[in-house]
């Protein structure tokens, strides 16, 4: 766990969302078309799950410390979405762990990724990616894990 916090100023720790699948995306304080759209499909994505929409949360990452107006005025509409920021070091820390073989650093990535209750990193999808296939890939996941 490394020292972040919430838009709400709480310290937060990544250990907090043992026993849960989650939803991440990393990104700047800023949030332009292509954050919106993503932020939007892993909204529905996650809401498709029907009643085990529950076992999914989802977190966003600001690279560039608290969130500014283009991204507060985006989260008016994603009720329930984590949002943390912290230190450049520790933002760093956390984000190597997203790193994905010959991709952009996931600071720049745009892409969305699926952690499994017990932190690995399981999938990550392009920022252009079809929901449909979120959708799918997450319903099956959730029913053949018995955790989170």
């Not at 919430?6 to 937060?12: C, I, L």
């Not at 939803?23 to 993503?38: E, L, P, Q």
């Not at 500014?68 to 984590?82: I, M, Q, T």
């Not at 952009?104 to 932190?119: E, H």
Request: aromatic share 8%.
């Amino acid at each position: 766990d490394v020292a972040l916090q919430s838009e709400s100023g709480k310290d937060y720790k990544f250990s907090d969302m043992n026993k849960t699948w989650v939803m991440v995306y990393i990104g700047g304080a800023d949030c332009d078309k292509t954050c919106a759209d993503v932020l939007y499909k892993m909204r529905q994505s996650r809401l498709a799950q029907r009643g085990e929409h529950l076992r999914i949360k989802r977190l966003y990452i600001s690279t560039s410390g608290k969130a500014k107006p283009s991204l507060l005025k985006v989260l008016k509409d994603h009720p329930g979405l984590e949002v943390v920021s912290g230190k450049t070091t520790e933002i760093n820390s956390v984000i190597e762990q997203f790193k994905l073989e010959n991709k952009a650093t996931a600071k720049t990535a745009n892409r969305l990724y699926l952690v499994d209750p017990f932190g690995n990193l399981m999938m990550s999808y392009e920022s252009d990616f079809d929901p449909k296939g979120l959708i799918t890939d997450v319903e099956l996941l959730l029913k053949i894990s018995r955790i989170g």
